[in-house]
Structures are given as C-alpha cells and as structure tokens.
C-alpha cells in the first residue's frame, strides 16, 4: 500500500531532523578539534574519521529526502480537503486580507510544484472563489 501525504509528509520532516542532527555531531567535532591540545590522547583521528562517514551520510540522507518529496509531489492534491481548509480558514481569520495573506505566507515555504505549493495554491483558489460569491472582493 503506497505512503499517504501525511506519512510522506512525516518522512520528509523527519529527514531535515536528521540533517540537523548530523550538523551537530559535525559542530561537536570542531569543538572537540579546537581543544585538542586540551584533551588527553589523539581526536583528531576520530574526528577526521566523523567529518568523512558524516559526508557520506548527508549524501544518503539528500537522496532519500529527494525520494520521498518526489514521491509526495506526484500525489494530486484533494480538493475537498483543500476547499475544507479554505473554509475553516475564513473561520479563524477577521478578514478575507488576513487570510490571503497567511495562505499566501504558507504558499512561500514550498515549492511552485511542489504538493504543498500546489495544495496552498488551491487553498487560495477556494478562499478567493468564496469570497467572489460572498461579494467579498469588491469591498477589500
């Protein structure tokens, strides 16, 4: 059974905390490296051994995070859900400025083509559609 937005969604988040994960083993190494005259024995064999397997390891963590959001940006973007979400919008917000401008700041967090990008687009769709037949948009 193939992975659902959210799982794949997950997925992708949880590899940018990998990433960041692997970026503080790296700090940890420059640190321990800068006091190395301080510590007893020879780190910097192991650090220079953590700088090459952290390397190689991003590499592999780029490829898989790559995979999933390929992945996810095939999976067409449910209307419902997103005419939904244009509703409870109009809910939380006081005007209809308000809102364009939050789906339009979640817009810019992702790509053009991306699912994301194209689900806020369609987000936005249903907000201005809304508001055209409330006669919303002569008054803003």
Known sequence: ??????????LSQHSAKARRHL?????????V????EHLEGDVGVSGDRIEELSSEV?????????LVETQLNKIPV???ATKDAAKKL?????????VIAWVEGQKSNHPENS???????????YVMQDAAEKGELEKA
Not at 90 to 98: K, P, V
Not at 115 to 125: E, I, M, T
């Open 1 to 10: 059974m193939a992975l659902d937005v959210k799982q794949l969604t997950d």
């Open 23 to 31: 970026d503080q083993v790296r700090d940890f190494v420059d640190l």
């Open 33 to 36: 490296k800068k006091e190395a």
């Open 58 to 66: 991003n590499k592999h963590l780029e490829e898989i995070k790559k």
């Open 78 to 80: 449910d209307t419902d």
């Open 90 to 98: 109009s809910l939380y917000h006081d005007s209809l400025q308000q």
């Open 115 to 125: 699912y994301w990008g194209r689900y806020w687009v369609s987000v936005l769709d």
